[in-house]
């Protein structure tokens, strides 16, 4: 079986949408991505830090979903990364409440002995200099792919190109496609970026799907259409996740099979916003992912007669 | 061959984008409407009016490129309606700077004797009760295409709800979409609109696709990603043309052909885009439809082994 580290937060989040507002409850992208990456027939390793008040019960969680947390470490005089939002009435904007970086603030990433010759490596949102660190620890890696915001792009450009000049996928969203390239078509942003060293660029617009760029060929994946979008909250972590464990698991890097991997993305992220938190990964069953396939494959499948 | 009535403005339009601006064009909903549903094997009609300041030469341009303009009035001594828009930076909002209705204003449209038993009906977006004229005088018609905008929700929605009961399909945008129903989500949008008459609901998500929905239903087509978006003015109408010439042409009004339909408006409306006005749809060839829809299928096309 591959192997697939993970590397990013593992929060308190406390979320607030127009549907209701939760107290501190898990979060952070490499949960989200976790739970994800979870399904597919991989051996994920997370790599993160936590504080002592951080529940055991999480981390049982975790590990019951066989996600291997030797690599989180517990700082027990520390507090967790916590994180607060406010989503607007459209959903696709949120104000960010509070950011208490905590134990965060110091984390210093240690891949596990036996994740070290890693396949893939899912570099989830964080501190670029900490991206780079794990990328030290895992020279085998096939493919890495690579999660980042605007907020590192403000505040740690020249390291995060250090970053993205060695990683195989970025994935972004718009905006920060934008902001990246200085490029308002995705289009043209996506041929920057891959010049900056991804060979493959996957922007992501929420629930307007994802594009993938490789070369001069581009992939669209739809996200479902939704009666009701709950909670946005790790949306993008959990298509990021949904797309790692999928290649990872299948150990195929070609272009159709990023293909597949985009759309089990999109698959696991529709589960994602029906509630809460990470409520609704916990739940989810195979043959909820094989139904939702299917309504993604008949989402856009058409035949032309020639 | 079938036959394809258009009902919408001919107009004068000056646009203003970030790369330039244009005096008095050619412009108006049936005109791309028209010259969208051109490149299809069906007899398209057009209904509208004009002023007598309106160049013979562009009557002469929709009737070379095989449009039927006997149901154009010239109203002499009239003024041909003129709108003038300038776009934002991100192209995808745009102000209106001036709007005269002119002719627009006593229009009371007649369709040609010949075009009475048309197997289908566009009608452009124009005031509710000038669409409900067409009808009247259309009794035959297999299939029934409304465009209609917000502008008609604000000051005319009585009207406007008679018209939607009586058509097949609705072509809408996304914010047009919510407006009419009170729904923010699309698909709860669409089931709603789906219970004011028509048996299908199109949503226009511009730069993002649309969406098809009929019954529990759903299928999107994306639009074509493109390195540079140089005037959006018509895309919609255009999109909606293709959608009616593909369908009239065919004659099959099944949920599958529907499917290619948006595909094809998809497809002309992603050259539209390419210049100014009308200017790219008086020179596409069949060639170039043909290459864009296998781009168009490449776009969205995977395949997952069971």
């Known amino acids: 079986m591959s192997k697939l580290v993970v590397v990013g937060t ?33 051996e994920v390793g997370l790599v993160s830090v936590v504080g002592g008040d951080f529940p055991q019960e999480y981390l049982d969680m975790l ?54 010759d890693a396949e ?19 020279p085998d890696a096939k493919l890495v792919i690579l999660d980042t915001m605007n907020f ?15 990683v195989d996928v970025i994935t972004i969203n718009d905006e920060e496609a934008r902001q ?8 043209a942003a996506a041929r920057k970026i891959h010049a900056m060293g991804p060979k493959y660029v996957v922007i992501k617009k929420g629930e307007h799907g994802a594009l993938l760029f490789h070369n001069e060929e581009i992939f669209f994946a739809p996200a479902l259409p939704l009666e009701e979008v709950f909670d946005p909250t790790g949306a993008g972590d959990t298509f990021a996740g949904g797309f790692a464990g999928f290649i990872a698991a299948s ?3 070609s272009f159709e099979n990023m293909k597949r991997a985009i759309v089990y993305g999109s698959n696991l992220a ?34 032309i007669p020639s």
Chains 1, 2 share one sequence.
């Not at 490596?121 to 501190?127: E, I, Q």
């Not at 590192?152 to 060695?166: N, Y």
């Not at 990246?180 to 289009?187: C, F, N, Q, T």
């Open 63 to 116: 590990a019951s979903r066989s996600m291997n947390t030797d690599g989180i470490e517990i700082v027990k005089e520390g507090k967790t990364f916590f994180w607060s939002g406010k989503y607007h009435n459209d959903m696709n904007t949120r104000d960010t409440l509070i950011t208490e970086l905590n134990v965060l603030a110091d984390f210093s990433p240690v891949v596990p002995e036996n994740f070290k």
């Open 270 to 303: 529709s589960f994602c916003v029906e509630k809460f938190g990470t409520e609704r990964m916990q739940t989810i069953t195979k043959e909820e992912i094989t139904t939702r396939l299917e309504q993604f494959q008949k989402l856009t499948s058409f035949n």
């Open 152 to 166: 590192w792009m403000d505040s740690a450009l020249e390291l995060l190109h250090e970053v993205i000049a060695k």
């Open 251 to 253: 150990q195929d890097y």
């Open 10 to 42: 593992v929060a308190f989040d406390a979320i607030e949408t127009p549907f209701g507002k939760t107290d501190k409850i898990l979060g952070g992208a490499a949960t989200f991505i976790g739970l994800a990456a979870s399904h597919f027939n991989t």
């Open 120 to 138: 893939v490596v899912m570099l989830g949102n964080l501190h670029p200099a900490v991206q780079l660190g794990v990328l030290e620890q895992t």
């Open 180 to 187: 990246l390239s200085g490029e308002y078509s995705l289009v």
